[in-house]
């Protein structure tokens, strides 16, 4: 396998080495790039813009300033990476989605080893997606999908799995992530008790 050629330093350091330009097939163009520090602003409006259905999907901590602060203070600090989809040209430069990375993963790989599946800590990262939901179900998050697999890969990845797995229910988000490649390859429930798949990619 290849060296990876980015690092988190790297993202950080030269954002441009992971920003990618798009059109969508409604013709707009949407910027996708890493999360950068002068972001709280930007970010602190797409937590607060979530609709309690896509909060109940993709949970974090809170959804408000403080929250996108902590996000925008630990940039090449811990293991995560951030990349955000904005549009182009407008005065506003909203986000429109998120994609992020976790480079621990132990919590995914011991529920996978339970059920036969080892995979390489090095090579194994955790992916979790959030759309702003009027752009939800139009095309963007598979428009971003192959410049985020890119990403994976120049980062040494050989695959991925969801972070924290996906609610069974999420019919909509098992079968976006199928389209795309990954496979269902465990159950398990969540602190909730509410049940969960873990899926896997194989680059």
Known sequence: ????????????????????????????????????????????????????????????????????QELCDAIN?????????????????????????????????????????VLPEAHTCRFGPCIRDSYQNRGLGSALMPSTLELARRFGMQHIVLWGGVLQENLVAVHFYQKHGFRVVGEFKESQGIDCYDMLLDL
């Not at 430069?93 to 621990?104: G, S």
């Open 77 to 117: 600090r811990y293991d995560k990476f951030r990349m955000v989809a904005l549009t182009e040209g407008a005065s506003h430069n909203d986000i429109l989605a998120t994609f992020d990375f976790a480079f621990w993963v132990e919590p995914e790989l011991k529920r996978l080893r339970e059920v036969g599946i």
């Open 1 to 68: 396998m290849q060296p990876p050629t980015l690092t988190l330093t790297a993202a950080a350091e030269q954002p441009d080495l992971a920003t990618y330009t798009l059109s969508l097939s409604s013709g707009q163009s949407v910027v996708y790039r890493p999360l950068l520090t002068t972001d709280v602003d930007r970010l602190t409006e797409f937590l607060e813009s979530l609709s309690p259905q896509t909060r109940y999907f993709w949970e974090m901590g809170s959804y408000d300033r403080k929250q996108a």
